[in-house]
Nanobody
Framework: QVQLVESGGGLVQAGGSLRLSCVVSGHTLSSLVTAWFRQLPGKEREFIAAIRRSGPNGYEGYMTGPPVDRFSIAGDNDKNSLNLEMKNLKPEDTAVYSC?????????????????????WGQGTQVTVSS
């Protein structure tokens, strides 16, 4: 059973930075497709980015949407975690950020962007950006 635990959320002023971490247990990160989603107030959950293994130790990442020039995603094999670096945060980034995982690593098309593509979810971490 895969378990995902997010951390790193909080309150930050506009222009600030946060680093979210999602620690994976029950599976190695490299055996999964893992992703970050966010749910803005009153909106549906939306896909931000995903990674999957590429080569013996690396990851292939994909990011989409408005934050693409301010956010970056990375996998950490040592900590078995998925990280989301967020810079120049804006009030419209205020949301609950959740990580998700699926063991269907060969699923196409890449990346899987629907919530139904993922089997495991973390509890979410709140990010609030003040103006």
């Amino acid at each position: 059973q895969v378990q995902l635990v997010e951390s790193g959320g909080g309150l930050v002023q506009a222009g600030g930075s946060l680093r979210l971490s999602c620690v994976v247990s029950g599976h190695t990160l490299s055996s999964l497709v893992t992703a970050w989603f966010r749910q803005l107030p009153g909106k549906e959950r939306e896909f931000i980015a995903a990674i999957r293994r590429s080569g013996p130790n690396g990851y292939e990442g994909y990011m989409t949407g408005p934050p693409v020039d301010r956010f970056s995603i990375a996998g950490d094999n040592d900590k078995n975690s998925l990280n989301l670096e967020m810079k120049n945060l804006k009030p419209e980034d205020t949301a609950v950020y959740s990580c998700a995982a699926t063991s269907a690593v060969a699923r196409e098309p890449w990346p899987p962007r629907e919530t139904s593509d993922y089997d495991y979810w973390g509890q979410g971490t709140q990010v609030t950006v003040s103006s």
